[in-house]
Structures are given as C-alpha cells and as structure tokens.
C-alpha cells in the first residue's frame, strides 16, 4: 500500500521560503500524476501545483505563479514544492497527493479520485 508523508511546513515571516518534502514509498512515483494541494479550515482543499506523469507538464494556480515550484526525484522517490515570497494567504495545511486517473495541464489539475492523500503539513505565514 503506498504511503505520503509530508515535511518542511512550519510558521515563517512574510517574503521568506519554505520547501515543502513529500516521501512516498510502495508505489512508482513516475507512474502517477502528483501534486500539492492546500486547505485553509472551512474552505474547500484546492490543487497548489501539479506535474502530468507523461509529459511533464504542470499547473499552478495563479496565487502563487512565478513564486511556488513543484519538482520531482523518482531516485529518492520523493516531491518538493519550493516556496518563495511566502504572503499571509498562503497560510494553509499542504497535503501531497499521487493519482492515476485526471487530468493535469497547464490551466487544470483535476484528479478523479485520489489514489494516495498525505496527512499534511501545516504552513504559517504571519508577521
């Protein structure tokens, strides 16, 4: 059975970085559509950034474009988000999610169904 697990979240000051660490093991990681997704309470869990496991391509959602990167090492079979330029809405439990079936381009991250869901690491961003 495949497993997530989520690290590098913590509480930071506006403008600085975190990278985010997602660990997976008993599944190949190249084999699956990745991505981050985030969830504030009482709001709906939303798709961060994404990478399509045939081409590559990736999604990021507009609030963080040009500051978030997602990566991948199918060696350490692990993904990273890199956060930059952290802002207070960024505030939010980041999840790590690995699925077969969905579609991942570069204005949509949509899976249907989540095959492996992380526990999730929470992020702070306050002065």
């Known amino acids: 059975q495949g497993q997530l697990v989520e690290s590098g979240g913590g509480s930071v000051q506006p403008g600085t970085s975190l990278r985010l660490t997602c660990a997976t093991s008993?599944?190949?990681?190249?084999?699956?559509?990745i991505g981050w997704f985030r969830q504030d309470p009482g709001k709906e869990r939303e798709a961060v950034a994404c990478?399509?496991?045939?081409?590559?391509?990736?999604y990021y959602t507009d609030a963080v474009k040009g500051r978030f990167a997602i990566s991948k090492d199918g060696a350490k079979s692990s993904f990273y988000l890199q956060m930059n330029t952290l802002r207070p809405d960024d505030t939010a439990v980041y999840y790590c999610?690995?699925?077969?079936?969905?579609?991942?381009?570069?204005?949509?991250?949509?899976?249907?169904?989540?095959?492996?869901w992380g526990k999730g690491t929470a992020v702070t961003v306050s002065s």
């Open positions: 990478v399509n496991r045939y081409d590559g391509t990736t």
């Open positions: 008993g599944f190949t990681l190249n084999e699956y559509n």
């Open positions: 999610g690995a699925f077969l079936w969905g579609a991942v381009k570069d204005r949509m991250c949509r899976a249907n169904g989540m095959d492996y």
